[in-house]
């Protein structure tokens, strides 16, 4: 099993352009998250996923958005990039959503300027 | 103030020592608790889950939890090269992961 997959690994954004940040798993999990970690700060929720069709927001949601039509597959799209989306992105898996369970793909580097 | 504190780091020992990473905490409806080892460039793993109060060992690694001073640590035996990421911390009032507060995390680095 290759696990929870993230591309791309790097990406340099314009202002105002727009992307989709793609995750695949392997693991057929139902629950599926969306996270960004800044420099000195934790990481932040920003959309999960309880199964393909249902998609829920979590902390810091503004200015993404999600979809979730297969089990295996959860994007987050970017309209409109700020430099305020300036992050490492991480996807993350996990069989029944619980706390004590989550797997993490290995995260796509995003700078906007 | 946040609702969980971490030591940013670095910390940096000696192959071998016994390392304490800690948290604390504000919330005293944190029930579940975790750490996780992020090495550098690479998502989060999880190493040690602990649910409310008390002690858990898995190998070199201790948890601890310490609900009455709001305090979790994470202790690592025998410290090794291989030992030198950043750990993180997280807690949840509930078992859902959608839920859950990440500390910062803490740079460790382990000398030969």
């Known amino acids: 099993n290759a696990g929870v997959t993230q591309t791309p690994k790097f990406r340099i954004l314009k202002i105002g352009q727009s992307m989709t940040l793609q995750c695949t798993q392997d693991m057929n999990h139902n629950y599926m998250y969306w996270y960004r970690q800044d420099p000195g700060m934790g990481l932040k929720l920003i959309y999960y996923?309880?199964?393909?069709?249902?998609?829920d927001k979590g902390e810091v949601p503004n200015g993404y958005n999600v979809s979730r039509s297969t089990t295996e597959d959860f994007p987050l799209r970017l309209e409109l990039a700020a430099p305020s989306q300036t992050s490492v992105y991480f996807c993350?898996?996990?069989?029944?959503?619980?706390?004590?369970?989550?797997?993490f793909g290995p995260g796509t580097r995003l700078t906007v300027t | 103030q946040k609702e969980v504190e971490q030591d940013p780091g670095p910390l940096s020992v000696p192959e071998g020592a016994i390392v304490s990473l800690n948290c604390t905490y504000s919330?005293?409806?944190?029930?579940?608790f975790m750490w996780y080892r992020q090495y550098s460039r690479k998502g989060p793993e999880l190493l040690m889950y602990t649910y409310s109060s008390g002690n858990k060992e898995d190998g070199r690694f201790t948890a601890q939890v310490d609900k009455s001073s709001k305090y979790i640590s994470l202790f690592i035996r025998d410290s090794q090269p291989s030992d030198s990421a950043t750990y993180l911390c997280?807690?949840?009032?509930?078992?859902?992961?959608?839920?859950?507060?990440f500390g910062s995390g803490t740079r460790l680095s382990i000398r030969p």
């Open positions: 997280a807690m949840s009032a509930t078992s859902s992961a959608s839920k859950i507060i």
């Open positions: 993350a898996s996990s069989v029944t959503g619980g706390a004590y369970e989550q797997y």
């Open positions: 996923s309880v199964g393909a069709g249902i998609t």
């Open positions: 919330n005293s409806a944190f029930q579940y």
